[in-house]
């Protein structure tokens, strides 16, 4: 039972490229969701999805977009990278959304915008 | 909107002394309250939660207790060790998950 994978674990990309990343999870939760960590600022929310074939805006949507490709699957991606999304990129899922839900987090995704 | 301040660190310790890490929210409803712990190189994980007013989270030796009247759940251990090292992030969900800004604890031995 591997939890929440997410891959790659360190990327470094030039300004205007483009990138995806990758997050699954093999607990059969029906909700899921996309953070950036960065310095004095906790985790943010980036987009979620409440369950499969929906996605929601978070905090900080701007310059990503994500797919829940299914179940298990949900993606985030980033058209045109810029230095201001250098950050630590989290992904978590839990049974349902909102109120009492635990969120399980994946190990990260290190991103580098030169 | 929903928010969350915890104290700010970075915070060092000896060990088995006692830790306070001091958490304060503001919200519109009646929001379930977190603790969760980030280890160096790792995603973050739950520590405990409380889902209603009074309601005391326990795990590993760490306490909070949900208090309504204060708006507070604070983070507390009585003899930490060097293995506690790690952030701490306190947490508010009403229908979303919102997190403090993280507070970093060192144990020394």
């Known amino acids: 039972n591997a939890g929440v994978t997410q891959t790659p674990k360190f990327q470094v990309l030039k300004t205007g490229q483009s990138m995806t990343l990758q997050c699954a999870q093999d607990?059969?939760?029906?909700?899921m969701y996309w953070y950036r960590q960065d310095p004095g600022m906790g985790l943010r929310l980036i987009y979620y999805?409440?369950?499969?074939?929906?996605?929601d805006k978070g905090e900080v949507p701007n310059g990503y977009n994500v797919s829940r490709l299914n179940k298990r699957e949900f993606s985030l991606r980033l058209e045109s990278a810029a230095p201001s999304q250098t950050s630590v990129y989290f992904c978590?899922?839990?049974?349902?959304?909102?109120?009492?839900?635990?969120?399980?987090f994946g190990p990260g995704t290190r991103l580098l915008v030169l | 909107g929903n928010s969350v301040t915890q104290m700010e660190g970075p915070v060092t310790l000896s060990e088995e002394a006692f830790l306070t890490i001091n958490c304060t929210y503001t919200?519109?409803?009646?929001?379930?309250l977190f603790w969760y712990v980030q280890y160096p190189g790792e995603g973050l994980q739950l520590l405990l939660k409380?889902?209603?007013?009074?309601d005391k989270g326990s795990n590993k030796g760490f306490e909070a207790t949900y208090r309504k009247e204060t708006t507070s759940f604070h983070l507390e251990k009585g003899s930490v060790q060097v293995s506690d090292s790690a952030v701490y992030f306190c947490?508010?969900?009403?229908?979303?998950?919102?997190f403090g800004a993280g507070t970093t604890v060192t144990v020394r031995a």
């Open positions: 978590a899922s839990s049974e349902v959304s909102g109120g009492r839900e635990t969120q399980y």
């Open positions: 607990m059969n939760h029906n909700s």
């Open positions: 999805s409440a369950s499969e074939g929906t996605t």
């Open positions: 919200a519109t409803g009646y929001p379930s």
């Open positions: 409380a889902t209603k007013a009074d």
């Open positions: 947490a508010l969900d009403d229908y979303k998950l919102s």
